[in-house]
């Protein structure tokens, strides 16, 4: 069964601080991946996903198949950065689209 | 612009209730989902259809059940509330093709069952 894990639920840092949100999955087949994000009163929307290999607001995500992660990175984070973000993964040959449990991200001033 | 639109904003339904919330999308996606979303579990996976009256379980179908009669409307139905029930339903859609392709959320109903 395909399966995201974020395992921090809540990160703190202060603006400026690199910031790092991990993304494990368990999939054996070459995946989809994607960053959601959800910023405060706003619906769930997409951040990057792992096939466009771009930096998004800052952030990138590299696909790591031997470590089965997606790790979300940004080098200098921004207070308007602070939201929920959910690792999203999508198996070849289905349409399932699954979710991990979120992290949730505050950049203080 | 994409939109994905749910019926209700607030819902408040007493115990034992069947309970329809409505989804519905303008961009002829094929794919369509029902999640719900509770702090510290998530985005939880109901149920999802890839085209017309096609429906697969997610992870926690237990207590729910689908209908797509249209392609542009996901209705999800809580055969019987109950306050364990009570929780964000997000609704989402995607297109089939290409690969990769972006869900699209809707603003979320928040029910809660007394």
């Known amino acids: 069964a395909q399966r995201v894990t974020q395992p921090e639920k809540l990160l703190s840092v202060f603006k400026g601080a690199p910031v790092e949100l991990k993304c494990n999955y368990s999939?054996?087949?070459?995946?989809?991946l994607f960053w959601y994000v959800q910023y405060s009163r706003q619906r769930l929307q997409l951040l990057l996903r792992?096939?466009s290999r771009e930096s998004i607001k800052g952030f990138t995500a590299d696909l790591n198949k031997g470590e089965t992660s997606f790790h979300l990175k940004k080098p200098f984070a921004q207070e308007e950065d602070s939201a929920m973000y959910y690792c999203?993964?999508?198996?070849?040959?289905?349409?399932?689209?699954?979710f991990g449990k979120g992290m949730k991200l505050t950049v203080n001033p | 612009d994409v939109k994905v639109t749910q019926s209700s904003r607030y819902l408040v339904k007493r115990t034992g209730e069947k309970v329809f919330l409505e989804c519905v999308q303008d961009?002829?996606?094929?794919?369509m989902f029902w999640y719900r979303q509770d702090p510290g579990l998530g985005l939880r996976l109901i149920y999802f259809?890839?085209?017309?009256?096609?429906?697969e379980k997610g992870d926690i179908p237990e207590g729910y059940s689908v209908s797509r009669e249209k392609k542009e409307r996901f209705s999800l139905i809580l055969e019987s509330a109950s306050t364990n029930q009570t929780s964000m339903y997000l609704c989402?859609?995607?297109?089939?093709?290409?690969?990769?392709?972006?869900?699209?959320f809707g603003q979320g109903t928040r029910l809660t069952v007394v």
């Open positions: 999939y054996s087949g070459s995946p989809e």
């Open positions: 259809s890839y085209d017309v009256k096609m429906k």
């Open positions: 961009m002829d996606h094929e794919n």
């Open positions: 989402a859609s995607r297109p089939g093709w290409p690969q990769n392709t972006e869900a699209f």
């Open positions: 999203a993964l999508k198996k070849g040959g289905s349409e399932k689209l699954v």
């Open positions: 792992h096939i």
